[in-house]
């Protein structure tokens, strides 16, 4: 990181609990170093046993990317910077709209077999990532499950989520693969308009769609991380926040560019 993005980095860190009296005992690494070593595995797709010298030893790296993703810091974090970036671009820090899809991508061999499945739509044999982004393209919620795992299984639960985390979502866009009975669920139990935007049948080529064109940039975004090329994680809360690391980078490049 050059300096520029790590004073934006720094300051939407979670707070350690030792320097708010809440016990622990100060952390004996440099935390820019750490944030650095865990953003270059994702950006360049290594392996954490081939974390380059330059770094700590990969195993204290691993520890803090563990510590981070089950202690809930990864997403705090992840959530600040997109507070930040939407109020930059005059938004309000709450969205009140999103679009929702899914990305499925291939599964390394250490994908276990509990977790991975094999999607009959894009012939692909590994896991799926459902996302929600907001109006800005900025994540919102992830959940990764086998590929085998439909839209309309995952949207239910994954717009659960939304309404619980962000309440004041009330109209989502999503494909053809969210229609059914989930949007009247979404309706009649969550009060959000699920509303599909179609293909013209008359359409044939490549076509930019209103609103869906959002996700699909964002799943852009996160194919610029080799890490995310194809789903190497035993676990899916690790893929989760894979995904999660790599928005961050997005965001802080974004915030360390704006002017003034």
Same mark, same amino acid.
């Given at each position: 990181?050059?300096?520029? &993005?790590?004073?934006?980095?720094?300051?939407?860190?979670?707070?350690?609990?030792?320097?708010?009296?809440?016990?622990?005992?100060?952390?004996?690494?440099?935390?820019?170093?750490?944030?650095?070593?865990?953003?270059?595995?994702?950006?360049?797709?290594?392996?954490?046993?081939?974390?380059?010298?330059?770094?700590?030893?990969?195993?204290?790296?691993?520890?803090?990317?563990?510590?981070?993703?089950?202690?809930?810091?990864?997403?705090?974090?992840?959530?600040?910077?997109?507070?930040?970036?939407?109020?930059?671009?005059?938004?309000?820090?709450?969205?009140?709209?999103?679009?929702?899809?899914?990305?499925?991508?291939?599964?390394?061999?250490?994908?276990?077999?509990?977790?991975?499945?094999?999607?009959?739509?894009?012939?692909?044999?590994?896991?799926?990532?459902?996302?929600?982004?907001?109006?800005?393209?900025?994540?919102?919620?992830?959940?990764?499950?086998?590929?085998?795992?439909?839209?309309?299984?995952?949207?239910?639960?994954?717009?659960?989520?939304?309404? &619980?985390?962000?309440?004041?979502?009330?109209?989502?866009?999503?494909?053809?693969?969210?229609?059914?009975?989930?949007?009247?669920?979404?309706?009649?139990?969550?009060?959000?308009?699920?509303?599909?935007?179609?293909?013209?049948?008359?359409?044939?080529?490549?076509?930019?769609?209103?609103?869906?064109?959002?996700?699909?940039?964002?799943?852009?975004?996160?194919?610029?991380?080799?890490?995310?090329?194809?789903?190497?994680?035993?676990?899916?809360?690790?893929? &989760?926040?894979?995904?999660?690391?790599?928005?961050?980078?997005?965001?802080?490049?974004?915030?360390?560019?704006?002017?003034?």
């Amino acid at each position: 990181m050059s300096d520029a &993005e790590w004073a934006v980095v720094r300051d939407a860190m979670p707070v350690p609990g030792w320097l708010e009296g809440r016990g622990g005992q100060p952390e004996s690494y440099c935390h820019r170093q750490m944030v650095d070593a865990v953003r270059y595995l994702v950006a360049g797709g290594i392996t954490w046993r081939a974390m380059p010298a330059d770094f700590p030893a990969w195993d204290r790296v691993y520890a803090f990317f563990r510590r981070w993703r089950d202690k809930g810091l990864a997403a705090e974090f992840h959530d600040r910077l997109r507070d930040r970036v939407r109020t930059v671009a005059g938004r309000d820090p709450e969205p009140t709209a999103g679009i929702i899809d899914a990305q499925s991508v291939k599964a390394a061999a250490s994908v276990p077999a509990a977790t991975r499945g094999f999607d009959g739509g894009k012939k692909v044999n590994g896991r799926k990532r459902h996302i929600v982004v907001d109006t800005l393209g900025l994540l919102l919620h992830v959940m990764v499950t086998a590929a085998s795992v439909t839209d309309r299984e995952a949207g239910q639960t994954l717009l659960a989520r939304l309404h &619980e985390r962000n309440w004041r979502v009330t109209r989502v866009w999503a494909d053809g693969g969210y229609t059914g009975r989930l949007v009247d669920l979404a309706r009649d139990v969550l009060s959000v308009a699920l509303t599909v935007v179609r293909r013209s049948d008359d359409t044939s080529g490549f076509t930019v769609l209103p609103k869906r064109w959002l996700v699909e940039r964002t799943f852009a975004w996160l194919m610029h991380s080799r890490r995310l090329a194809r789903d190497y994680e035993r676990r899916t809360d690790t893929s &989760e926040a894979v995904i999660r690391w790599s928005m961050t980078m997005v965001m802080s490049r974004r915030l360390a560019r704006r002017p003034g």
